[in-house]
């Protein structure tokens, strides 16, 4: 399954790629793309387990960036 999300409060590339990183380790995500200048993510991953990788991502994005939320 592949879906595409907006980043609020995204603030610098280098978090991004850190992000992008930390998702892919994720179990189940296929491929992980983010981009700043857009402040856009795209995650491919198993579609019975989005929901657990979605709260596992959130996660890790407030963890590398506090004031940043994955948005639908």
Do not use: W, Y
Not at 14 to 41: L, T, Y
Not at 59 to 72: F, L, M, Q, R, Y
């Amino acid at each position: 399954m592949k879906k595409k999300f907006r980043l609020e409060n995204l603030g610098c590339a280098h978090c991004a790629e850190k992000m992008c990183d930390g998702i892919m380790r994720i179990k189940g995500v296929e491929k992980c793309n983010i981009s700043f200048i857009a402040q856009r993510m795209t995650i491919v991953a198993d579609e019975k387990n989005f929901e657990r990788i979605m709260d596992e991502a959130q996660k890790i994005v407030a963890k590398i960036e506090p004031d940043c939320k994955i948005v639908e």
